[in-house]
């Protein structure tokens, strides 16, 4: 999932907004649960290094808040009204356009995913994977990527299209957020392979970036 995966607990490299390298995310985080919220809000603190801004136990309260502490991402709990937060979320992006939403869900459906994405949400996280798989989410939103498992996008057989198998599975872990350097590693290639097979890639999907050519192949089913 750029495009929307649960990821797999990798960072990618994003472009920040402010162009200060060493500016923390500003983090609104919002979930029902207070103890649930201080924890979360504690471990993006301390392990992601990202800015809380707010923090929101009530849905009603998320908009008002992310107008009022102005946050790069918004992190919503999903938890037991799924439907409803895509709702809220498409209110929260009429008020703050710019703003970046990450939804948390215990169990993302492909219906879900496609659902969010309609909505405007960048990132969708399964609430049963790691906390490192929440921070990559995060900073791919906050970065303007789509952060989903590739996995909910289509239905169907998957197809690369005109990529092939090679080209297919990096653009896969492109999208999990994977460096060169992971990608090269997970698939006993050399760095310069990678990037060959990635520029071949984004080439054939005429595509800015390795990023939108995984956001491009993702829309289209192909990996």
């Not at 504690?42 to 990202?50: A, D, H, I, T």
Request: aromatic share 4%; glycine share 8%; proline share 5%.
């Amino acid at each position: 999932m750029p495009a929307p995966g649960p990821e797999t607990g990798r960072t990618r490299r994003r472009k920040f907004r402010t162009g200060e390298k060493n500016m923390a995310i500003r983090v609104v985080v919002a979930e029902q649960n207070v103890l649930t919220l201080e924890a979360i809000a504690e471990s993006l603190r301390n392990v992601g290094k990202f800015d809380i801004v707010g923090t929101v136990t009530e849905p009603q309260h998320l908009i008002t808040t992310t107008v009022r502490a102005r946050p790069e991402v918004a992190v919503v709990d999903a938890t037991g009204f799924e439907w409803e937060a895509l709702h809220l979320t498409q209110e929260i992006r009429k008020a703050s356009p710019r703003l970046g939403i990450t939804l948390m869900t215990p169990s993302p459906t492909r219906d879900l995913v496609d659902k969010a994405l309609k909505a405007g949400v960048l990132g969708v996280v399964s609430k049963n994977t790691g906390l490192q798989h929440l921070i990559d989410a995060i900073r791919g939103t906050a970065a303007g990527y789509v952060t989903i498992d590739p996995t909910l996008l289509c239905s169907g057989p998957v197809k690369c299209g005109p990529l092939t198998e090679r080209e297919a599975e990096i653009l896969r872990l492109t999208a999990s957020g994977a460096s060169v350097k992971e990608i090269a590693h997970d698939m006993y290639l050399a760095a310069g392979t990678v990037r060959n097979l990635t520029s071949a890639a984004i080439k054939k999907l005429n595509a800015r970036n390795r990023f939108d050519a995984a956001r491009i192949a993702s829309e289209r089913c192909w990996i």
